[in-house]
């Protein structure tokens, strides 16, 4: 992630069902379905004017962490969120026992 995006503040909302990220007045969004110890991951957002600047990057890396950090098994049905764990196997850790094709 790049540096700039560190402080960034991940807000889980549960009312909307979504992690979001706030970058100079942009939103970006993770739109999640959680139950009881899993949490899947459905959809990737970033606004137009923040695209390219990595900024899913950062929120999907920030939403990892979050889920690490409370013990919950990761079902990624989002493309990009699968795309960025082939690229960062490590991971895999997360993903819930369900999970056989990444």
Not at 21 to 35: F, N, R, S, T
Not at 73 to 86: D, E, F, G, Q, T
Not at 88 to 96: A, E, S, T
């Amino acid at each position: 992630m790049k540096e700039e995006y560190e402080p960034v503040i991940l807000h889980k909302n549960e009312t909307d069902r979504q992690f979001e990220m706030l970058v100079e007045g942009h939103k970006a969004i993770i739109a999640y379905k959680e139950d009881h110890f899993t949490i899947t991951l459905l959809h990737t957002e970033v606004p137009p004017e923040l695209e390219g600047r990595g900024v899913a990057t950062a929120i999907i890396e920030k939403t990892l962490n979050y889920i690490e950090k409370n013990h919950l098994r990761l079902i990624p049905l989002c493309p990009m969120i699968v795309a960025y764990i082939k690229r960062h196997p490590q991971w895999k850790m997360v993903l819930d026992a369900s999970v056989t094709n990444i």
